[in-house]
C-alpha cells in the first residue's frame, strides 16, 4: 500500500494549460482503469473531478482531463482559471481490496 | 446527497472512540462506503472500505485490527470503531460513497479527531 507519487507542487498562468502525474506500479494504475483524480480547496472536502481515467462526472467542466501510459496517469487542467487554485490528488484501486492515494500536487496560479 | 460525520474528539493514547457519518438525499443501501483520513497539513489516506451488505470490509495495513468499520442500512448511517488510538490517527476523518470504479463521490464535511495526552 504504497502511496502514488505526484509532484508536490505545480503552476501556471491563467489561460495556460498544466498537467500533473501520478506514477505507481503495474500492481495499481498500471494495472487497471480506475484511476481518480480529487480537487481539494483549502478546509474543504475533496472532490471528484475525473474517474475511470478519463471519464468526467457532470458539472466538472471539461478544462479537466484524464489520461494512462503504462504505470503514469495525468491531469491536465486548460484554461487555467483562478478557482483552480487547489491541491489535487490521484488515487487508484490496488487490486481487489485496497485503495491508494497520491501524495498529492499543490497547484497555483500565478 | 449529502453525507455528516459527528463524533471527533480529543481522546488520549490508548483510548476508542466511534465516528458516525450520517447519509441523505440517496438510497444508501445500495451503495459501498469508505472512511478517508487528512493528518493536519497532509494528504489522504484511505481507511476503510465496507460492501453494500456490510458482509466484505478491507482495511488499509495501518489501521488493521485496530478501527472497525460498519453500517447499519436501516438508519443510513455508517460507522468507524476506532480503539487503541495511537498519535498518528490524529487527523479529518472522511466518509465517502463509492458508487463504482474505486472512486468517491460525495464526500463529508468531514470530523476531526486528535489523539493527545
Known amino acids: 500500500q504504497s502511496a502514488l507519487t505526484q509532484p508536490p507542487s505545480a503552476s501556471g498562468s491563467p489561460g495556460q494549460s498544466v498537467t500533473i502525474s501520478c506514477t505507481g506500479t503495474s500492481s495499481d494504475v498500471g494495472g487497471y482503469n480506475y484511476v481518480s483524480w480529487y480537487q481539494q480547496h483549502p478546509d474543504k472536502a475533496p472532490q471528484l473531478i475525473i474517474y475511470?481515467?478519463?471519464k468526467r462526472p457532470s458539472g466538472v467542466p471539461d478544462r479537466f482531463s484524464g489520461s494512462k501510459s503504462g504505470n503514469t496517469a495525468s491531469l491536465t487542467v486548460s484554461g487555467l482559471q483562478a478557482e483552480d487554485e487547489a491541491d489535487y490528488y490521484c488515487?487508484?484501486?490496488?487490486?481487489?481490496?485496497?485503495?491508494?492515494f497520491g501524495g498529492g500536487t499543490k497547484l497555483t496560479v500565478l | 446527497v449529502q453525507l455528516m460525520e459527528s463524533g471527533g474528539e480529543l481522546v488520549q493514547p490508548g483510548g476508542s472512540l466511534r465516528l458516525s457519518c450520517a447519509a441523505s438525499g440517496f438510497t444508501f443501501s445500495i451503495y459501498s462506503m469508505m472512511w478517508v483520513r487528512q493528518a493536519p497539513g497532509k494528504g489522504l489516506e484511505w481507511v476503510s472500505y465496507i460492501s453494500v451488505s456490510g458482509t466484505t470490509t478491507y482495511y488499509a495495513d495501518s489501521v488493521k485490527g485496530r478501527l472497525t468499520i460498519s453500517r447499519d442500512n436501516a438508519k443510513n448511517s455508517l460507522y468507524l470503531q476506532m480503539s487503541s488510538l495511537r498519535v498518528e490517527d490524529t487527523a479529518v476523518y472522511y466518509c465517502?460513497?463509492?458508487?463504482?470504479?474505486?472512486?468517491?463521490?460525495?464526500w463529508g464535511q468531514g470530523t476531526l479527531v486528535t489523539v493527545s495526552s
Open positions: 488515487s487508484s484501486n490496488a487490486g481487489s481490496n485496497s485503495l491508494v
Open positions: 475511470e481515467v478519463t
Open positions: 465517502a460513497r463509492c458508487p463504482g470504479s474505486w472512486r468517491l463521490d460525495p
